[in-house]
């Protein structure tokens, strides 16, 4: 079955830096495009990050465009999100996705000011 194994959150301080890793099994990893997701409390999940199946091509909301980086290694079956510069605005639980229906448990990113 379809698995979307997300890690690499925690506690950061303005300005700071993490990388998330989505770890996928259950289905052909590398025929899928990827993404990043996240939802902060009290609003709905939002499309943060978007890259396809060779990953030759990405796609980023504005409002972290410049700030994080969305990759993928094929061979592992995993997806990454480096964030840089890190504001308070990021604090959410982020998700990767990728077959329609199914997500992981996410993994929580809070920044601190």
């Known amino acids: 079955q379809v698995q979307l194994v997300e890690s690499g959150g925690g506690l950061v301080q303005l300005g700071g830096s993490l990388r998330l890793s989505c770890a996928a099994s259950?289905?052909?990893?590398?025929?899928?495009?990827m993404s990043w997701y996240r939802r902060a409390p009290g609003k709905e999940r939002e499309v943060v990050a978007f890259?396809?199946?060779?990953?030759?091509?990405?796609n980023y909301a504005d409002s972290v465009k410049g700030r994080f980086t969305i990759s993928r290694d094929n061979a592992k079956s995993t997806v990454y999100l480096q964030m840089n510069n890190l504001k308070p605005e990021d604090t959410a639980v982020y998700y990767c996705?990728?077959?329609?229906?199914?997500w992981g448990q996410g993994t929580q990113v809070t920044v601190s000011s």
């Open positions: 996705g990728g077959p329609v229906g199914y």
């Open positions: 259950g289905f052909t990893f590398s025929n899928y495009a």
């Open positions: 890259i396809t199946s060779t990953g030759g091509r990405t």
